[in-house]
Each structure stands twice: as structure tokens, then as C-alpha cells.
């Protein structure tokens, strides 16, 4: 608790560009709990370096993802927005918590296997121990809860795991986090494989509407939208395509299902993939103002990283000074 909140975390990476999916899926549901929480969001470069990475582009794109949270609606005021590479308790708390976490658990995760097989050439031990790290960024900050979404579910268990361990043996020390798993429809899928998660890493341009998007590349993807032979607009599990774009117009109108089904009766596709263009179209074209309009203010991004930097260091160095004394590190001489 910091006041009389509930504490919240949750980060991104700024590897690839962000998706309407990023968008729908999390950053739209961030802003609406920064009034209930006291949230923590931090870009977490720290967790990005795992695979290889252009320095200068991702410095670029930590930054971009930044400003996006703020034009994404997330107040910097009231919501502590934040690099990981600026406080390094992270780093030092992921160092302990590796003591307490076993290789038998770390070769469960699923994602390690996955990303593993794809960067066949780099399986480093940053890698591997990327769950510690992530349980570290929730710990540091007493997270009571944490916005993920299903494929990071196994990490946030495990992040209880080490935690209640951890308790355990010292007493209570970390909050036991809990998943936040957003409300329903966000999930967005592939436009060219609706079976797939639309992702900031797919090779398929196609696949995903990327938040810098233009209207008209917005609509070109729509029009190719993978669909079915059906021609039908329904909303069942046998159309996953016209599935993903009802989720999609219903996510950006905020319009149900049944609504949207209605609406569209007897239409065409052709009519009902424009539409939903439309309608991601009129969602981000506030977002890209803002964004780019923040953009220019270079002293009020400074501001920002600065100003929250130190608020969530003042946190992290909180925790992190109880659990080296828990540990037994000598306490320091002032
Ligand atoms: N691993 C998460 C992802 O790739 C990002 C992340 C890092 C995170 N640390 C976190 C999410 C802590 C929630 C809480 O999506």
C-alpha cells in the first residue's frame, strides 16, 4: 500500500514497433485503473537486451514507448512512468532473488523455450533468468497487483513462488502480487492469422496495425484482413477472422458484440472491414497528435523521466535496503 492504494506494476518492452494490440489489450486498460492503483509502468530496457539489440534504436524506442504512455492518457503526475535502467534496484533485487529461484523452475517457462528456439545462436543467461528479473521489478515495488496478459501468467506465478519462499524463510517481507487479467474482448489477433496474437515482433507487416500507422495504411490492412468463405458476419468461434474484427470495432466503439452483429446485418465484408478501418482510424488519430505533439516538448519528457525516476527509486531503495539486511548484508555506515 503507498497511502491508502493498492500498488500496481506493470512494464513493456520497447522492442518493436507498438501495436493496436499494445493499445487495446493493456495501455487502454492502464489508464483506466490509474485512479483506483498507485501504478508503477516502467519501460523495461533492462529485459530488452536478452536478444541483441541496436543501442541507438532501442534508446530511440524506450523513448517513443515513453511518450506514448503519456499520450496514451497515463498522467505522469499520478502515474510513476519510468525506465528500468534508471533504478537500479531492479538489478540488485533480480541478483538475490536468483539465490532463491531454482533452475528446475526456470526450465518450466514456457516463453524461455519459445524465444530459445527462435534465437537459437544467443541462449544467454539473461534469457534464462528473465523471470527473476521481472519478479524482482514487482517485488521492489510491493505490487499488489499486476496488469498481464496470459502468456506472461506462468512469470507472475513464479514471481509468487519466489516471493512466498522468500517469506518464508524471512518473515513477510514482499507482497504477494496478484494477475490482473484485463477485461474481456481486448485481446486482439493477427489480421493475417487470427489464431495468432497480433504481435510487435511478426514478420508480416500485414499482420499487424502498428499505432504510427496512417489512415491509409490502416485501411489498406483492414481490406486485406484474413477472413473466411462464410459471408457472414457472426460472432462465433468458426469466423476467428471476422471474430477478431467484431473485437477489434467493439474495442474502438465501445459497442457489444451483439450490436456490432446487428448493425452489419446482411452487409458485405468489403462494407464491414472498412468500417472497423474507420474506427481505428478515429482511435488513433488523437493518440498520434498527442504523441507527436509530446514529442517536441523535449524538456517536459526530461521532466518526466527525471521527476519519476527519483519517485521510483525512493520505493525500490525502500524494499531493497530491507532485503539486503534480511540476507545479512552489512548495513551501511552513514
Ligand atoms: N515480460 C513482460 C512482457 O514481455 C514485460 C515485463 C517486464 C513485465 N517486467 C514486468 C510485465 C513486470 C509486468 C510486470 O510483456
Same mark, same amino acid.
Given at each position: 500500500?503507498?497511502? +491508502?492504494?493498492? %500498488?500496481?506494476?506493470?512494464?513493456?518492452?520497447?522492442?518493436?514497433s507498438l501495436t493496436?494490440?499494445n493499445y487495446?489489450?493493456?495501455?487502454? /486498460?492502464?489508464?483506466?485503473?490509474?485512479?483506483?492503483?498507485?501504478?508503477?509502468?516502467?519501460?523495461?530496457?533492462?529485459?530488452?537486451?536478452?536478444?541483441?539489440? +541496436?543501442?541507438?534504436?532501442?534508446?530511440?524506442?524506450?523513448?517513443?514507448l515513453?511518450?506514448l504512455?503519456?499520450?496514451?492518457?497515463?498522467?505522469?503526475?499520478?502515474?510513476?512512468?519510468?525506465?528500468?535502467?534508471?533504478?537500479?534496484?531492479?538489478?540488485?533485487?533480480?541478483?538475490?532473488?536468483?539465490?532463491?529461484?531454482?533452475?528446475?523452475?526456470?526450465?518450466?517457462?514456457?516463453?524461455?523455450? !519459445?524465444?530459445?528456439?527462435?534465437?537459437?545462436?544467443?541462449?544467454?543467461?539473461?534469457?534464462?533468468?528473465?523471470?527473476?528479473?521481472?519478479? @524482482?521489478?514487482?517485488?521492489?515495488?510491493?505490487?499488489?497487483? %499486476?496488469?498481464?496478459?496470459?502468456?506472461?501468467?506462468?512469470?507472475?506465478?513464479?514471481?509468487? !513462488?519466489?516471493?512466498?519462499?522468500?517469506?518464508?524463510?524471512?518473515?513477510?517481507?514482499?507482497?504477494?502480487?496478484?494477475?490482473? %487479467?484485463?477485461?474481456?474482448?481486448?485481446?486482439?489477433?493477427?489480421?493475417?492469422?487470427?489464431?495468432?496474437?497480433?504481435?510487435k515482433?511478426? $514478420?508480416?507487416? /500485414?499482420?499487424?496495425?502498428y499505432l504510427?500507422? !496512417?489512415?491509409?495504411?490502416?485501411?489498406?490492412?483492414?481490406?486485406?484482413?484474413?477472413? +473466411?468463405?462464410?459471408?457472414?458476419? @457472426?460472432?462465433?468461434?468458426?469466423?476467428?477472422?471476422?471474430?477478431?474484427?467484431?473485437?477489434?470495432?467493439? @474495442?474502438?466503439?465501445?459497442?457489444?458484440?451483439?450490436?456490432?452483429?446487428?448493425?452489419?446485418?446482411?452487409?458485405?465484408?468489403?462494407?464491414?472491414?472498412?468500417?472497423?478501418?474507420?474506427?481505428?482510424? +478515429?482511435?488513433?488519430?488523437?493518440?498520434? $497528435?498527442?504523441?507527436?505533439?509530446?514529442?517536441?516538448?523535449?524538456?517536459?519528457?526530461?521532466?518526466?523521466?527525471?521527476? /519519476? @525516476?527519483?519517485?521510483?527509486?525512493?520505493?525500490?531503495?525502500?524494499?531493497?535496503?530491507? %532485503?539486503?539486511?534480511?540476507?545479512?548484508?552489512?548495513?551501511?555506515?552513514?
Open positions: 500500500m503507498i497511502g +491508502d492504494k493498492k %500498488v500496481l506494476f506493470s512494464g513493456m518492452q520497447a522492442t518493436g493496436l494490440g487495446l489489450g493493456a495501455l487502454k /486498460n492502464w489508464v483506466s485503473l490509474s485512479d483506483e492503483y498507485e501504478c508503477f509502468y516502467s519501460v523495461v530496457d533492462l529485459h530488452s537486451i536478452t536478444v541483441r539489440q +541496436d543501442a541507438a534504436e532501442l534508446r530511440r524506442r524506450a523513448r517513443n515513453l511518450t504512455y503519456i499520450a496514451a492518457g497515463l498522467d505522469p503526475e499520478k502515474n510513476c512512468l519510468y525506465y528500468q535502467s534508471h533504478v537500479s534496484g531492479h538489478a540488485e533485487l533480480a541478483w538475490i532473488l536468483n539465490c532463491f529461484t531454482y533452475m528446475g523452475e526456470l526450465n518450466r517457462m514456457t516463453q524461455f523455450k !519459445d524465444k530459445a528456439a527462435k534465437h537459437a545462436d544467443n541462449i544467454n543467461a539473461g534469457l534464462y533468468t528473465y523471470p527473476v528479473l521481472m519478479a @524482482a521489478d514487482i517485488l521492489l515495488y510491493q505490487a499488489d497487483v %499486476v496488469p498481464v496478459g496470459k502468456d506472461q501468467l506462468q512469470h507472475l506465478e513464479i514471481t509468487r !513462488d519466489i516471493a512466498q519462499r522468500f517469506n518464508g524463510i524471512y518473515g513477510d517481507v514482499f507482497t504477494i502480487p496478484q494477475a490482473y %487479467v484485463g477485461k474481456v474482448g481486448a485481446k486482439i489477433m493477427s489480421l493475417q492469422d487470427p489464431f495468432r496474437k497480433m504481435s515482433s511478426d $514478420e508480416n507487416p /500485414n499482420a499487424s496495425i504510427t500507422d !496512417d489512415p491509409d495504411t490502416v485501411i489498406r490492412k483492414f481490406k486485406r484482413a484474413v477472413t +473466411d468463405s462464410e459471408a457472414n458476419i @457472426a460472432y462465433r468461434e468458426e469466423q476467428p477472422g471476422i471474430r477478431n474484427l467484431i473485437d477489434i470495432y467493439c @474495442a474502438c466503439t465501445g459497442k457489444t458484440p451483439e450490436e456490432t452483429v446487428k448493425e452489419f446485418e446482411g452487409k458485405g465484408y468489403g462494407d464491414f472491414k472498412m468500417a472497423v478501418g474507420e474506427s481505428v482510424v +478515429d482511435v488513433l488519430r488523437p493518440l498520434q $497528435e498527442r504523441f507527436s505533439q509530446l514529442q517536441q516538448d523535449k524538456a517536459y519528457i526530461d521532466g518526466v523521466i527525471k521527476n /519519476n @525516476a527519483e519517485k521510483a527509486n525512493y520505493y525500490a531503495t525502500k524494499t531493497l535496503r530491507k %532485503v539486503q539486511k534480511k540476507v545479512g548484508f552489512p548495513e551501511r555506515v552513514r
